[in-house]
């Protein structure tokens, strides 16, 4: 990983629809967050290219390695950027689950992509009011759907990159195919999302206390 350029790095990772872009335009179009705290990111830095400010965190050592070329990231961000500020960056080469030295409530929207659970230990970065944006790869968003401080406002759907956030019908969404008792316990024995009998790529939660 170390010879690779920023830029060579991020497009082994995430070249094409891996950048998820279509997530990022979507989310982007909908709202304009000033501040954005992105969990478990890897070196997913998608998200600066449409988000002026964003903080990165993760514990991985290549993650770490990535971020620590600061300038070289910064440089290729605004290279590909859609916005007119500079990019404000910021990476914390820890875990999520310990303390992150932001301040509680400073972040208008909160990422949680494929990381695990992300938004119980990191809801107190989040503003009253601010966004989760989650998808249900290792069952997050089904937490989040339990958990009574965030409200379902939104879906992201669609196919591929051509996705956009919908805010109607939610009632449909997070009904479990069987018969199941949705525990905190049961989702991380599980690591994953239950079925539910209509899914979204990702789901929209207001932080609501
Ligand atoms: C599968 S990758 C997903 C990366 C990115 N969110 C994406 O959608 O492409 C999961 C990332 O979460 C990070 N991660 C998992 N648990 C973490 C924790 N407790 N604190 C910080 N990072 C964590 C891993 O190091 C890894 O980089």
Redesign the pocket.
């Known amino acids: 990983m170390a010879t690779l350029s920023v830029e060579k790095l991020y497009e082994k990772h995430y070249a094409g629809e891996k950048a ?1 872009r279509g997530f990022f335009d979507a989310l982007a179009a909908w709202r304009q967050p000033n501040r954005v705290l992105y ?4 070196i ?1 830095v998608t998200a600066s290219l449409v988000f002026p400010s964003v903080v990165y ?4 050592r290549n ?1 770490k390695r990535f971020f620590s070329k600061m300038d070289d990231v910064v440089s290729f961000v605004t290279r590909h950027k859609v916005y007119r500020e500079k990019p404000e960056m910021v990476f914390h080469g820890s ?3 310990a303390h992150i030295p932001e301040p509680d409530g400073s972040f208008d929207l909160l990422i949680s ?4 659970f992300i938004s119980k230990p990191c809801k107190r970065y989040l503003k009253l009011g601010g966004i989760l944006a989650v998808n249900n790869s290792h069952g997050d968003a089904s937490l989040v759907s339990i958990d009574p401080d965030y409200e379902l406002i939104g879906v992201i759907q669609g196919r591929g990159d051509r996705l956009r956030v919908v805010e109607e019908k939610l009632d449909a969404y997070f009904k479990p195919k069987k018969q199941t008792v949705v525990t905190e316990e049961l989702l991380r024995k599980a690591n994953r999302g239950i079925g539910y009998t209509k899914t979204a790529p990702a789901y929209l939660f207001k932080r609501a206390r």
């Open positions: 998820r969990p478990g990111s890897f997913q965190v993760d514990n991985d993650a875990s999520y689950e992509l494929y990381a695990g």
